[in-house]
């Protein structure tokens, strides 16, 4: 269990880039959602909902896209042996997956869930989906190859197929012998329909496994999701309602900038800016190489986020600020006490 070290949907075609769009969104509605629940007596946020002292900001620093490839892999590994973060998620279809599981496995006290996915982004580090194309066709480009966007995959995939796969992936996970501590999604896709989420907290409930799932209590934070082009329905708002499990305060990704002094400045505005609650913030850590630099024109971002989470000069930041930081696994312990 990971505690501080100082004890202390424009339609789903934008959904490539929801991580970010999140950012814009966050500070106004979780001042909202503070000022709109002051004086009940009751918890005000889910980071209270689990015991945690009223007026923290309580982060999950988590580590996206374990298991693409070996450097994402060896600079997961570092930033969670070190305990710079507290959470990563590791991708299935991916080819590296493997290996990522055994790490998990023979380190059973670090936090690592399964990203689901069903896009493969890159123009030559490419996979396919877990299950048997021929039972997904809908998944599958011309290429033979998960489909590179969300829309493509909205265009294209039924939500038969998209349950299909994203059992596959967490049955495949436990054929391997390890239980995900938490699960979330590649890109943003599980919620480029309604119904695509639906299966999403489906699989949740039913394999007791704790999904990214942001609480949509407070209408400003509905509406700016929807100006944000999700498809924030009732009846999505009625599943989130009913989904059973924990949820996040806030949720949103390292900025991204010209330099590495810039990412990091521009990381302390946005922790600077945080409400109390539970937030997790993602990133995509990968170690610099050649073969790196060919999957992907973001390498030198993922290089930089790793130098972020280990530089001395951050976590004097932290301690400043008085964070406290938590993963899944505590999140479930308390979540399970608490019942």
């Known amino acids: 269990m990971i505690i501080s070290r100082f004890s202390v949907f424009k339609p789903a ?19 909202q959602a503070t000022e709109q629940v002051a004086d009940t007596g009751e918890p005000q946020t889910w980071a209270e909902k689990l015991g945690f002292e009223p ?21 997961t590994f570092y930033l969670l042996e070190h305990e710079y973060i507290q959470s990563a998620a590791a991708m299935a279809p ?29 123009q030559t580090h490419r996979w396919g989906p877990v299950a048997d194309p021929s039972e997904v066709p809908g998944l599958v480009d011309p290429e033979g190859y998960m489909w590179r966007s969300v829309r493509e995959v909205v265009e294209n995939a039924t939500p038969e197929e ?29 919620y480029a329909t309604n119904e695509f989420t639906e299966v999403y907290l489906r699989l949740a409930g039913e394999y007791n ?22 498809p924030v329905t009732d009846r999505l708002l009625d599943m989130l309602d009913s989904y059973s499990l924990p949820k996040l305060d806030y949720f949103s990704s390292v900025p991204e900038a010209d330099t590495y002094e810039e990412v990091r400045e521009r990381f302390f505005e946005q922790v600077r800016s945080l409400q109390p ?15 790196g630099k060919t999957i992907t024109n973001s390498w030198q971002q993922r290089a930089w986020e790793v130098d972020l989470f280990a530089d001395p000069v951050v976590w004097q930041f932290f301690e400043d600020e008085g964070l406290v930081f938590t993963d899944w696994k505590e999140v479930m312990e308390r979540f399970e006490a608490a019942r």
């Open 209 to 230: 496994i704790p999904a990214m799932v942001i609480d949509f209590s407070d209408p400003g934070v509905v509406e700016q999701y929807r100006q944000a082009g999700y």
């Open 162 to 190: 998209v349950e299909k796969e994203l059992r596959a992936q967490i049955e495949y996970t436990l054929s391997l012998g390890y239980h995900p501590d938490h699960m979330d999604t590649h890109m943003g896709t599980v």
């Open 13 to 31: 075609i934008l959904l490539i880039a929801a991580m970010v769009i999140t950012l814009l969104i966050a500070a106004c509605g979780q001042r």
């Open 55 to 75: 007026g923290k900001r309580v982060i999950i620093f988590h580590a996206d896209d374990m298991g693409m490839c070996d450097e994402a892999n060896e600079a």
């Open 277 to 291: 609650g539970l937030t997790e913030i993602i990133f995509h850590p990968q170690f610099e190489s050649e073969f």
């Open 94 to 122: 991916c080819p590296a997956y493997e290996d990522a599981i055994t790490w998990a496995i023979e380190n059973p006290q670090y936090d690592v869930g399964i990203h689901l996915t069903l896009t493969s982004e890159w």
